[in-house]
């Protein structure tokens, strides 16, 4: 079974605080993405990775950083958190498509931010 | 650009009745359609791809490219459809591995 594993379900932080989002997946999957999800907005994509040490800017990567130096860890870095960052953050891994799969995007559970 | 449309907001049907989720693409090549789903306190999950033409917990979906649709359809709905649904759409031609989604589709199944 396909885990994606994100390392805190709830998190509460202060504006100006520097915010990490990890996210582990155990599939060997080359792919990984980092979502935001917002009611009315749906799903919007903060960055993307295909490979270790390789990134590539999503829809919405303001205020956003990125980190992959293990094909596993996924981390999402809010370098000064603001209140307009209060979201539900989404963790997504994938092999490519048409290689090894469809590019099916397998899911964390996601970890809400709310920043104070 | 690519870009997922999901008019509706919110649907609410009653068991048994017929269900349609409306999803509609702006993209000038070949996409990749898909439907997502995510159930009450439960991760967002895969519930089916244009290009399996599978039918999955009773839902099906068309790709129609002369009118860019791929509305979800249930011919009769269950109290446990009820969920948020996600379209989501990928261009192969470009190479890309990006999902870009649509706004999302509250779906409630009342008794």
């Known amino acids: 079974d396909v885990k994606v594993t994100q390392s805190s379900r709830y998190l509460v932080k202060r504006t100006g605080e520097k915010v990490f989002l990890e996210c582990v997946q155990d599939?060997?999957?080359?792919?990984m993405f980092w979502y935001r999800q917002d009611p009315g907005l749906g799903l919007r994509l903060i960055y993307f990775?295909?490979?270790?040490?390789?990134?590539e800017k999503g829809d919405i990567p303001e205020g956003y950083s990125v980190s992959r130096e293990k094909k596993e860890r996924f981390s999402l870095i809010l370098e000064s958190a603001s209140t307009n960052q209060t979201s539900m953050y989404l963790c997504?891994?994938?092999?490519?498509?048409?290689?090894?799969?469809?590019?099916?995007?397998?899911f964390g559970e996601g970890s809400r931010l709310t920043v104070l | 650009a690519q870009r997922v449309t999901q008019p509706e907001k919110l649907l609410s049907v009653f068991k048994g009745a017929p269900v349609e989720l409306k999803c509609n693409y702006s993209?000038?090549?070949?996409?990749?359609l898909f439907w997502y789903v995510q159930y009450s306190r439960q991760r967002l999950q895969l519930l089916l791809r244009?290009?399996s033409r599978e039918s999955i917990k009773g839902f099906t979906a068309d790709l129609n490219k002369g009118e860019t649709s791929f509305h979800l359809k249930k011919p009769f709905a269950q109290e446990e459809d009820s969920a948020m649904y996600y379209c989501?759409?990928?261009?192969?031609?470009?190479?890309?591995?990006?999902?870009?989604f649509g706004k999302g589709t509250k779906l409630t199944v009342n008794p």
């Open positions: 244009h290009i």
């Open positions: 990775s295909y490979d270790v040490k390789m990134k």
């Open positions: 989501a759409l990928r261009s192969p031609q470009g190479g890309s591995e990006k999902l870009v």
């Open positions: 993209y000038s090549g070949s996409p990749e």
């Open positions: 599939m060997d999957h080359e792919n």
């Open positions: 997504a891994s994938s092999f490519p498509a048409g290689d090894l799969g469809t590019g099916e995007l397998f």
